[in-house]
């Protein structure tokens, strides 16, 4: 098969797919449940409201069961009840969810299939039951407390990299609310938490803004965000132009490795100072362009200082970690702090910096951008 009748033959199986699922606008759960004939199990959707019930069966003679029910308008959770014992699952397409467990195991079933994101629950749950034992042999001095927070560090991390492959998955989503002795395990109050839950929070209300686990969630996180402007007031605009040593504003701010980079460090040099974002809707050829500056210049004495508008911190440090020029993006104050001292009110906006530090031009389309970069660096043409 040639690569256009390929591609072509994927094109008419995604259509098919999605215009298939359209046309069910269902899924099903289905399956074994040995020990559990004859007895009754209940469907539930775990909504922001409540739990509600959707439909209950009873277990066939050969433990079968089966139920089909109209798929949610966004992703939700859902649970299945069984003689006191509960199977947690998400639904967001018209998937079909197959089970094969006893009645023992039914929480945490043996076969799972028909969604990854099922099984990556089922992961995120058994960790969260583990730990939850953990807690009570911890209150019991049965385990130190060092080793408990290790197990819970563990699962964090575990949790981190569900979250960061899919944040606008509702188990990133379910990661995050995620409970242990009452307390969530992860918290926008708590600073090295705020950029996952700000992710998903992103990524929710970037693709389902009425959504109301989406409205819920970025709520919180800007709650939080705020919360925290208010009590520290991080950013002293004053000791900013105090301690500038060139004869513009200053600007410090870390890089995607959290090294601290000040703008004028790079006097001396023919610099561009960059306002823009990853998530904007040209990004991709606007950095084509920097780049191509940066290539032609750079050994000749040219620098880009880049300050990011972006929102998400960990969407920011994916876009820009091969990027070869100097990227930094602040909090919520020290970022939005420098976007007002240079009266930023659009992105992209960029000033070109001659070497003494002094502005020579504001936002030159890029095809005028090398005749006034040679000019400040002294190359005839």
Known sequence: ???????????????????????????KVSGMIQGAEGKQIYLEQMALSGNVVIDSAIVKHDASFKFKAKRPEYPDIYRMILEGKQFVFSVDSCEHIQIYTSLEDFSYPDSISGSDKVKQMQVLRKSVANLQADYLKAVQNELSVDEFRMNIEKHKEMARKIILQNPRSIVAYYALFQKVGGYFLFSP???????????????????????????????????????????????????????????????????????????????????????????????????????????????????????????????????????????????????EECFRLYNISQIPTNFLFGKDGVIVAKNIPFEDMPSHIEKQLGINR
């Open 189 to 335: 109050y708590e600073k090295e938490d705020r950029a996952f839950c700000a992710a998903v929070a992103t990524a929710f209300h970037t693709f389902m803004p009425e959504y109301q686990r989406s409205k819920n969630l970025y709520a919180l996180v800007l709650g939080a965000i705020q919360a925290e402007r208010a009590e520290k007031n991080a950013y002293d605009i004053q000791k900013m132009v105090d301690n500038a040593e060139v004869g513009f504003l200053d600007i410090q701010l870390p890089d995607v490795n959290g090294q601290t980079q000040t703008l004028s460090s790079l006097k001396g040099n023919v610099f561009l100072l960059d306002f823009s974002a990853a998530e904007m809707p040209n990004n991709t050829a606007y950095i084509f362009e920097l780049r191509d500056l940066y290539n032609r210049y750079h050994e000749k004495g040219f620098q880009i200082y880049q300050v990011s508008a972006d929102r998400s911190l960990l969407l920011w440090q994916d876009a820009v970690k091969a990027l070869p020029w100097i990227c930094v993006r602040g909090e919520q104050g020290s970022g």
């Open 1 to 27: 098969m040639n690569k256009v009748a390929y591609i072509f033959s994927c094109c008419l199986l995604l259509i098919f797919l999605a215009s298939s699922c359209k046309k069910n606008e269902s899924f």
